[in-house]
């Protein structure tokens, strides 16, 4: 059988329960926020950080956030932190996770 490269998007999905928990037991993993800096400003979790989808790519390698790093994505809904996984994962990072739904799901 053929061992995959990456997990699947759906395996990436998590709640921010699960979230929270990775966070905590992983001082290294980051949160990131893949909105608008407007979005942001109005709203966000607490110990994320802020990289419009948009700059995703250059502001990784600017940060010099590893490779290996967990590195759990949001937005609103879900659509741009999915979009986020599949730029990551291209440039080679492989501990990702989306929280599913983003903002919408958690309603805080």
């Given amino acids: 059988y053929l061992l995959k490269k990456y997990r699947s998007i759906e395996e990436s999905e998590i709640d921010y329960r699960k979230a929270k928990d990775i966070l905590k037991r992983n001082n290294k993993a980051i949160l990131i926020d893949v909105r608008s800096m407007q979005e942001y ?7 994320s950080i802020n990289i419009s989808l948009y ?3 250059r502001e990784c ?3 010099e956030i590893e490779k290996e790093d967990t590195i759990i994505v949001y937005c609103q809904s879900g659509n741009r932190s999915r979009r986020a996984l599949e730029i990551l994962k291209q ?7 989306e929280i ?3 903002l919408d799901e958690i309603g805080e």
């Fill in 55 to 57: 700059d995703l790519e």
């Fill in 61 to 63: 390698k600017k940060l």
């Fill in 91 to 97: 440039n080679g990072y492989k501990n990702l996770y």
């Fill in 41 to 47: 400003k109005e709203r966000h979790l607490q110990g």
């Fill in 100 to 102: 599913k739904g983003g």
